[in-house]
């Protein structure tokens, strides 16, 4: 095992700590934290390997033990819902902490329930897909869906600890590992460009799932969002650039269901649409859309999202950066460079939807 | 209208403002706040009469027009779903708020909706009984009941306006109306000798509902509540000193199936059983508990609680007071100063509700 490196994220009442290293699951209650020592487990079928490392790790210390499922469907309040009914039926107390194992909707779902449960209790994050540990468990943003719309309802809740251990993704399916480094890339993007340079430059070996090849991309996005996430916790303009690509992504995936493409892989899409968009508004130049397009191909091909006007835009319209103003344009000035602008057109949007190849 | 009196509450991000005069409420459209200027109005029908003047003052600025149920068994998930759904419905934007014009059930479910509505938008709180105006509606506590407690799930999340207006409990029945003054009572009890004094010389005045002895104590006791709220936004300890009488006060009103006793008289009967641990463990003055327990005689008389062990035992070890080291016992050392002590056994809670009279 090496030595795991250390990222903080947040400040004040919100920091909590990343780590990231091989085989960090099996030394996992070393970094876990909990006021009183007890947890509450979460976890998912899809991440029961990792799960049953944590059982071990913990045993004696598991308060109650829920598997909840990870897909988009279930990420709504009946689930956390039973989460916290077993919470409470176990004796919860304030001075308890949860503890999630699973992709993004575990950690959405019950860092939510964790930030509900007797107005808040602390909670870890052990991601299990690239998307999560890129993404998802970093910053705090917790969750469900409504009939209308991803992530509708929520709260920012950080977590306190966040263990990264890409030994938990190693059973991950190839479409869902590819899928889940689209976010990594996204955050080099808006905010890293010799990490992007670098991550490009190791696309392969990282496809490979080549150790360090992973843990310098993993590990440098995660780096990158914390900076980000630590400056701006509540999503004022600087932490809005982490959206890049999920206007139109999450349009894209509301209106296939959910189940015709992955979030990275919608991201995906949303990021190749934004190009064109921040070529015209943002002077993007034409050799960098084209090194991002060309990462977006090599992790790809994805399915083809739906590009209807009629099937994208009241997704679009309901999207929660919006204000009464106008949708919100997160671009791309160059790469390592975001830039917000205010008030794009929904039809500007719907455009660059109805054109984006890959 | 006599000219409002302005009492700040919290700070920084947590900021807001309570004004308090009578007749408001026909010119709160000055004091509401809403970033969009739009408003989701959530409103019960026990408070009609107050809601339809918001609606007027609020006319062609309302984007959706909710009633709830104002009784404890609607102050659950499923109301806050409704409301969200509501909310969505309507296509509600970050930059819109909430107003909540009610009692305390209203304002806890239509804060908690607020809390999570696209993780946070403003919300102003609009109270229609003497218990809401004088404490549920300060200070950012917001949630809901589970199956085995009250507000088990919830968010700290204050109001950016409170607007109390006396007028606005005019038609409340006698029984809710005293009900509501224990908690500006105990606030006093808590906190401000002076105060606590001032009001027991005016209490036969409060009691039929003369505007200055009113405005003096809900001024007076919101005046305490916005400064121990402001100095500790998230109970540490010295907010834990409002919960007096809360502890066996939830422990009554659960094992009354929550019919049997408001809330207000339920904390009486806690304030009462308080007295006696108070006066063991924090030398609190024979002269005050009577004082006190003069007062609340007065507020009543109150039906008599349930006292039996098994049924007050389960609610009382589930107190989110209590810490997995015990049940936190927030006890009287004077009229105006109370005092925390932690971890007071079970049993001991348990034998003052066996004895307690008023």
New interface residues.
Partial sequence: MSEPRRIAVGSG?DAGVLWIGTGLLSDAARYLVSP?G?FLLVSSAGARGPADRIRRVLAGRVLADIEIDDREEAKN?DT??RI??AA??A?V????ALVAVGGGVVSDVAGFAA??????IAWNAIPTTTGAMADAAIGG?T?VD????K??????HPPRAIVVDPEAAATLPDRDFRAGLVEAFKTAWIGDADLAGRAEGALERILRREEAALLDLLAGSARVKAEIVSEDP??GDRRRLLNLGHTLGHAFEAAGGYRRLRHGEAVAWGIAAALEVSRERAGLPDADAARVRGVLRLLGPFPEPERDAAALGPSL??D?K???RGTAGILLAAIGRGLIVDAIPLEEWLAAAARVTL
């Avoid at 409504?146 to 719309?149: E, F, K, L, T």
Wanted: aromatic share 2%.
């Fill in positions: 009442d009183s007890r309040l956390v819902s916290a009914d409470i039926e004796g107390r304030r001075d308890d930030a509900i449960l007797l107005r808040g943003k969750g409504h009939a209308s719309g992530n509708l309802l929520g709260a920012f509540e999503e319209s309901r929660k919006g204000t009464s």
